[in-house]
């Protein structure tokens, strides 16, 4: 019997979260005894020590590994995971997120009843590891959007571990540019290829922004050069996907590209930044292309979420 969903799930030297991952997955309602349905999982070891145990101990009956001798990177890791798998549907788990129960019962009927070829789910962001089964009572729903193709030429708000889509060819990452690969995907799929997306509009999936507790003795300008990966990768892509001048769309890049400008000064002078601080600027964002927030009030909104 085919495959109805492929999990590809990427890992490097994360053995304990890798299974906790997994076990997420094998909790799914399509995993019960007697579900008509077959899941399959492929995880891709990127040239990280052996997992072979961990994998062998998650408790799935169709799950394959991949072990890469060096790394590539999560696109091609990614990748690797999608040549390889089988099923109708595509769904992605990064090794430090969880799925939980019906993340992917609820995607495949939105996939089926809404005609989409993309599904998302809501996500819950979690400041600490939570273990499969544990109730995310404290975490909060920054992404909880609904699908807006306007919205997404902003700026990304759809985790890829959120992501259920159709096997299809035209699903896969770009190995060639260094940072913001989810969002390069799914404007190349809504924008370029046409694709119809959805959102399960339901809060399925675990995404973990655990502070870094090394962040008081990484050196400084490593933080700022990580943080300029991501500040001019935005800006690569949005030149990729133009928007007209004078839109609205174009008026919010240039705001979020003035507050990165903004944020860059502040790790220069040392100052550091908030926490979770891509989820509350996107939160403005997102209540400005929806009406609910008048552009001009924007930058000082932004400017807010600095003192979260």
């Known amino acids: 019997m085919e495959p109805l969903v492929s999990v590809v799930v990427p890992t490097k030297?994360?053995?304990?979260?890798?299974?906790?991952?997994?076990?997420?997955?094998?909790?799914?309602t399509l995993c019960d005894p007697g579900s008509?349905?077959?899941?399959?999982?492929?995880?891709?070891?990127?040239?990280?020590a052996s997992v072979e145990d961990v994998v062998a101990d998650a408790g799935l009956d169709d799950v394959r590994l991949i072990e890469s001798p060096t790394s590539h990177g999560h696109a091609s890791?990614?990748?690797?995971?999608?040549?390889?798998?089988?099923?109708?549907?595509?769904?992605?788990?990064?090794?430090?997120?969880l799925h939980l129960p019906e993340h992917l019962e609820s995607a495949v009927a939105a996939l089926s009843g809404a005609g989409a070829d993309l599904v998302h789910a809501h996500c819950l962001t979690s400041e600490r590891r939570?273990?499969?089964?544990?109730?995310?009572?404290?975490?909060?729903?920054?992404?909880?959007?609904?699908?807006?193709p306007?919205?997404?030429?902003?700026?990304?708000?759809?985790?890829?571990?959120?992501?259920?889509?159709?096997n299809d060819l035209a699903a896969r990452f770009?190995?060639?540019?260094?940072?913001?690969?989810?969002?390069?995907?799914?404007?190349?799929l809504v924008h370029g290829h046409g694709w119809r997306a959805s959102t399960t509009g339901r809060p399925t999936v675990v995404y973990h922004r655990v502070?870094?507790?090394?962040?008081?003795?990484?050196?400084?300008?490593?933080?700022?050069?990580?943080f300029d990966?991501?500040?001019?990768?935005?800006?690569?892509?949005?030149?990729?996907w133009p928007v007209l001048d004078d839109s609205p769309i174009a008026v919010l890049r240039k705001h979020m590209t003035d507050f990165s400008d903004v944020c860059h000064e502040r790790l220069v002078r040392g100052d550091g930044l908030p926490h979770l601080l891509y989820e509350r600027a996107f939160q403005v964002l997102s209540a400005a292309h929806a009406g609910r927030v008048e552009l001009a009030e924007v930058p000082a909104l932004l400017h807010g979420t600095l003192a979260s």
Not at 131 to 147: I, Q, R, W
Not at 174 to 188: F, G, K, Q
């Open 13 to 28: 030297d994360r053995p304990a979260c890798l299974a906790a991952a997994l076990e997420s997955v094998a909790a799914q």
């Open 77 to 97: 890791a990614r990748n690797t995971g999608i040549e390889a798998a089988t099923g109708r549907y595509l769904a992605f788990l990064d090794d430090d997120d």
């Open 229 to 240: 990966r991501y500040r001019h990768g935005y800006q690569a892509l949005i030149e990729r």
């Open 130 to 148: 939570l273990e499969p089964g544990e109730e995310p009572l404290h975490a909060k729903a920054f992404f909880d959007m609904e699908f807006d």
């Open 150 to 166: 306007g919205l997404l030429l902003v700026g990304n708000y759809i985790p890829t571990s959120t992501i259920v889509c159709r």
């Open 211 to 226: 502070a870094d507790q090394r962040s008081d003795t990484v050196d400084a300008t490593r933080i700022v050069d990580g």
């Open 174 to 188: 770009d190995p060639s540019i260094p940072v913001l690969v989810d969002w390069e995907l799914l404007l190349r």
């Open 36 to 48: 008509a349905h077959r899941v399959e999982v492929v995880v891709v070891n990127d040239g990280g």
